[in-house]
């Protein structure tokens, strides 16, 4: 690889050569998860990006500061006393893409609509307990230009305004122009699939899937136009095609890059790496289903077989930085690491007092893809040394949360947790939180349920200190959760949090890669070449 690494940076052409137009911003990224633009079902980073700039949220996150909270649609809000609602007052003279006028209306029929719809999105608010039934009477219009949200349990109101701020739910949508293009009562759902209907910075021109999405300025945008003309956005997942582009200037950036590929354009003139940390988590996942990792003795054994150092500096450099623990790098409850390492004997120990001396056959399933397939390489010949002979099954996303999700699967090698919402709670709600662990209760996006992982002692804590007014006592209170997770052997053991690569040409001005992949391109422009 080094060797073909080398041959194919000295054939490449300077990056003079037939370099994008000035006014135009051309992406090169995958697209393979981008199924829908309809923001009640839209999953995944790469629509979060784009949701950022075709709509306007009502409040957003600093990019750097992600627990100070901006104005967006919203000038002023403010939250009750009590802490059970939440007030918004709207600035005036915002208008859609249509021409229509920003309203108040337009903010709670696009809140409630996601709901209603109980889509993919209707997740974190239901996590709050809103639901179809009581959301008309929970988020309501107060005037023309004023709403409010009133909580339907107690629960720390910080988390509402970072959802508000950062899931692709909560954009503002037009509602006269998406009912224009209602059929069967699906509220604009198969028109929003490929269409959009939002108040940002740019306009949707079109998309093609798993080809290109292309956005166009608005011109009557209410912070001013954008510096660009257009955005381009192409799929594309080979790294080496995107190398090539990228360093005779057909592509301005690129993400999804290989390790090689971004230390070999790093070396050339003219080229930057910008990272940035996520709040999600890569991590090994092990079914409490299976009485094998039922047992706790056999959960800490794996959490010794991994080699957390040896993927970190092998496999993780532009995936994710070392981090051991289910909240989030960055926050102020996060604990300093654990410091595990690989311990073959400590394992194997652990096991022997399992009753599983001589190990056992298991499976790994994992995304096909880098660098999942890496790290379940490596733990396959890790889990070897202590006897445990693990087939890695390699899929697409779908096979392998899915099988997840239907607790169907002993070992998986995944990425999740809270993400974008900078608070303890999301990610360990994420991960860790499972009040009802009973097959029946399908509680499918918590991954503690997931893994069959239930602490009636952790549920209480993550409870109490999702409540606590005192900050003090909250932050203490999430510093204990972690010990307690560590203690109990938890089903899902973090390795690594991820960051995201993006190689840009320096013509490139103005880009700030935001945490929550709310990255907004308004700001963004091309040096134009002498």
């Not at 980073?45 to 306007?56: K, R, S, W």
Request: glycine share 8%.
């Amino acid at each position: 690889m080094g060797v073909a690494a080398s041959a194919c940076a000295a054939a490449l052409p300077s990056l003079a050569a037939q370099a994008a137009p000035d006014d135009q911003l051309i992406m090169g990224m995958s697209m393979n998860n981008l199924l829908t633009l309809d923001p009640a079902s839209a999953t995944g980073n790469e629509v979060v990006q784009i949701a950022a700039n075709l709509y306007d949220f009502l409040i957003e996150l600093h990019p750097e500061e992600t627990t100070r909270i901006l104005p967006g649609l919203a000038q002023q809000w403010e939250i009750a006393p009590d802490g059970r609602s939440l007030s918004f007052v709207l600035r005036r003279g915002v208008r859609f893409h249509s021409g229509a006028p920003v309203t108040a209306e337009d903010v709670v029929w696009s809140l409630r609509r996601v709901l209603l719809l109980n889509l993919a999105l209707a997740s974190p608010w239901k996590s709050y307990g809103f639901s179809a039934k009581n959301v008309s009477q929970l988020i309501r219009t107060v005037d023309e230009y004023s709403l409010r949200i009133d909580l339907p349990t107690p629960t720390d109101p910080k988390m509402l305004l970072y959802t508000l701020a950062t899931s692709v739910s909560a954009v503002v949508l037009d509602r006269r122009e998406v009912m224009a293009h209602e059929k069967n009562g699906d509220m604009g759902a198969a028109w929003l699939t490929t269409h959009a209907a939002g108040s940002g910075p740019f306009r949707l021109d079109q998309w093609r899937a798993k080809e290109i999405l292309m956005m166009s300025r608005n011109d009557d945008y209410w912070r001013g136009p954008a510096k660009l003309r257009r955005v381009v956005m192409r799929h594309m997942t080979e790294s080496q095609s995107m190398r090539l582009m990228l360093a005779r200037g057909d592509l301005d950036m690129a993400t999804g890059l290989s390790v090689p590929d971004i230390n070999a354009l790093k070396a050339m003139p003219g080229l930057t790496a910008h990272t940035v940390q996520r709040g999600t988590l890569y991590y090994v996942a092990m079914s409490m289903q299976d009485a094998k990792f039922a047992d706790v003795r056999v959960r800490r054994a794996m959490r010794k077989l991994i080699d957390y150092q040896g993927i970190d500096r092998a496999v993780m450099p532009y995936y994710g930085l070392l981090h051991q623990r289910p909240i989030p790098l960055g926050l102020a409850a996060t604990l300093p690491e654990p410091g595990y390492a690989l311990d073959v004997a400590g394992a194997r120990a652990l096991l022997a007092s399992a009753g599983l001396g001589d190990g056992f056959n298991t499976t790994i399933r994992v995304v096909a893809e880098a660098p999942f397939v890496n790290i379940a390489t490596s733990l396959q010949a890790t889990l070897a040394q202590a006897g445990i002979q693990a087939a890695v099954l390699p899929g697409t996303g779908n096979q392998v949360y899915g099988a997840m999700r239907e607790r169907k699967f002993e070992i998986i090698v995944g990425r999740g947790g809270g993400g974008a919402e900078p608070h303890p709670h999301s990610s360990l709600r994420a991960l860790v939180y499972n009040p009802d662990n009973r097959d029946a209760a399908r509680l499918t996006n918590f991954q503690g349920w997931r893994t069959g992982f239930h602490s009636p002692r952790l549920n209480r804590l993550i409870e109490t200190a999702l409540l606590e007014p005192d900050a003090e006592r909250q932050l203490r209170l999430y510093q204990e959760i972690q010990q307690v997770y560590d203690e109990e052997g938890g089903a899902i053991q973090p390795l690594s949090q991820m960051v995201e690569t993006v190689v840009y040409r320096d013509a490139v001005r103005g880009y700030v890669g935001h945490p929550s992949a709310t990255t907004r391109l308004h700001a963004v422009h091309k040096h134009a070449r002498g």
